[in-house]
Structures are given as structure tokens and as C-alpha cells.
């Protein structure tokens, strides 16, 4: 019965199910050139307006006064949901092959990169066939969530999978690879807590 429910799911649903899907079905395809059209937009356009309206659109949620300041990358643009008060910067990668969720006064620096995608540790199980006999890069998902008040420094890289707290700094260069806590300052590769900060009130 498990297994006849998998079959019935659709390949964007396996894909937030953090399941092996096939990037090639008309839905991902249809949504993957949606959100290049937007972005060709964002990253183009001198109009402030139609700027803004295109983040509105790609972005599956928008906050009040969100800032994208520079080009901006995304894979679906409709897998990311931000909150109020949002600053990303220039060259940022979020890798939306699931979903990504920015609480609300989060500053992100320039060249973050968030990628939701990975790969078998075996490499034997990487790629797959078809049934038609082609070949397939296998990917699994899974999310990232960063909570409220966080401050991601520059050239950051965050993994899938992992949720950031609220009231949290990631510093310069880290790789974040695991659950950073409320109130933590961390840094490094990987990342590790370099202090604690004082609770928001």
C-alpha cells in the first residue's frame, strides 16, 4: 500500500518529500522556466517596479519590505518564503530544490549560498536509468529554515537540511552543515558556536 501511494505521488511532491525525482517532468520543467523569466527580470531590469512586482512573484511568499540588492539566483523562486524586513545581497544562490524559509528581519550578505539538493554518498547510486534507457542524475531534498534576527555573513554556505535559530549570527566563510541553536554566534568550516548572544526580548 506504501509503495502504490509513492507511485501515485507527483514528481514535485517526491521532490519536497525529499524523494528521488526526475527533474525532467513537464511540472518541475514548467516552474524552472517560470521562475528564469522572473528572475531574467530581477537581474535586468532598471524599472524599480517591475523589479519589485517580479520578486513578489517568484518568491512563493514575500514579507513587507523585502531587498534584493544585486542579481540574485534561484532554481523554482516559488520553494522560498521570506518574512517581513528581509535584505538579501548581491550574488545569492538559493538552490530551491526544496523549500527555503527566511523569518522576518534576516540580513544576508553578499555570495550566500543555500543549497537544498545532495547527492547518494555511494557513487554507485548517483546516477539511475530510465526506463527509455536514458540517464538521470539522482537528487534528494531536503529544507532550510533560517529563523528570525539572523545575520548570515558573506560567502556563507548553507546545507539542506539544516535550520538556522532565531537571534543568530553565521560568520564570514562558514560552511553550516548542522542545527545552529537560538542566540549563537557560529563560524568556521564546518561551522561550530563561537559564543552565545543574549536573548532578544
Known amino acids: 500500500m506504501k509503495e502504490r501511494i509513492v507511485n501515485m505521488m507527483t514528481e514535485h511532491e517526491k521532490l519536497l518529500a525529499g ?13 524552472i522556466k517560470r521562475g528564469n523569466e522572473l528572475l531574467q527580470v530581477i537581474n535586468t531590469s ?12 517568484l518568491f512563493g511568499k514575500s514579507g513587507e519590505r523585502l531587498t534584493i540588492n544585486g542579481k540574485f539566483s534561484a532554481v523554482y523562486g516559488s520553494h522560498i518564503q521570506v ?11 538559493f538552490q530551491d530544490s526544496n523549500l527555503i524559509t527566511l523569518g522576518n528581519r534576516v540580513i544576508i550578505a553578499p555570495d550566500t549560498k543555500l543549497y537544498c539538493g545532495e547527492h547518494s554518498l555511494d557513487a554507485t547510486k ?12 539522482i537528487t534528494y531534498t531536503e529544507p532550510i529554515s533560517i529563523g528570525d534576527d539572523v545575520w548570515i555573513g558573506g560567502n556563507v554556505t548553507i546545507i539542506a537540511g539544516v535550520h538556522i535559530g532565531n537571534n543568530v549570527i553565521v560568520g564570514a566563510g562558514a560552511v553550516v552543515t548542522k542545527d545552529v541553536p537560538d542566540n549563537t554566534v557560529v563560524g568556521g568550516v564546518p561551522a561550530k558556536k563561537i559564543k552565545s548572544l543574549a536573548p532578544l526580548n
Open 46 to 57: 532598471a524599472d524599480l517596479n517591475k523589479r519589485s512586482a517580479a520578486i513578489k512573484d
Open 126 to 137: 548517483r546516477f539511475g536509468t530510465r526506463p527509455d534507457g536514458s540517464r538521470y542524475l
Open 19 to 31: 524523494q528521488d525525482y526526475d527533474y525532467r517532468d513537464p511540472e518541475l520543467e514548467g516552474m
Open 83 to 93: 518574512g517581513d524586513d528581509v535584505f538579501i545581497n548581491g550574488n545569492c544562490t
